[in-house]
């Protein structure tokens, strides 16, 4: 079955840096354009950045553009988040997230497969 899981998680202050990654198995990865999203509790989940097939073209919510980069590895299964210049306003669970459009989508709902979430916290 198709599998999602993200590591890299923890604590940093305000001003640091975290990468998270995101190891796929189950399904064709190079077929599906990948996403980040992000959720704190009671609020709905906020699309953080989208990716292409082969990573050729890329996409980022408001909040993080200039600071997180998205990158993936087809060779590797694998989809990674570099995040920097961390705020307090960046803490929340961090999902991967994988949609079989052709065109990468900040809506959630347009996205099949998810993983399990990662929790990024961030301390003034």
């Known amino acids: 079955q198709v599998q999602l899981k993200e590591s890299g998680g923890g604590l940093v202050q305000a001003g640091g840096s975290l990468r998270l990654s995101c190891a796929a198995s189950?399904?064709?990865?190079?077929?599906?354009?990948m996403g980040w999203f992000r959720q704190v509790s009671g609020m709905e989940r906020e699309f953080v950045a989208g990716?292409?097939?082969?990573?050729?073209?890329?996409y980022y919510g408001d909040s993080v553009k200039g600071r997180f980069t998205i990158s993936r590895d087809n060779a590797k299964n694998s989809l990674d988040l570099q995040m920097n210049s961390l705020t307090p306003e960046d803490t929340a669970v961090y999902y991967c997230?994988?949609?079989?459009?052709?065109?990468?989508?900040?809506?959630?709902?347009?996205?099949?497969?998810w993983g399990q979430g990662t929790q990024v916290t961030v301390s003034s």
């Open positions: 997230a994988a949609t079989a459009r052709e065109e990468i989508s900040p809506k959630s709902y347009d996205y099949r497969y």
């Open positions: 189950g399904l064709a990865f190079s077929s599906y354009v």
């Open positions: 990716i292409s097939w082969i990573g050729s073209s890329t």
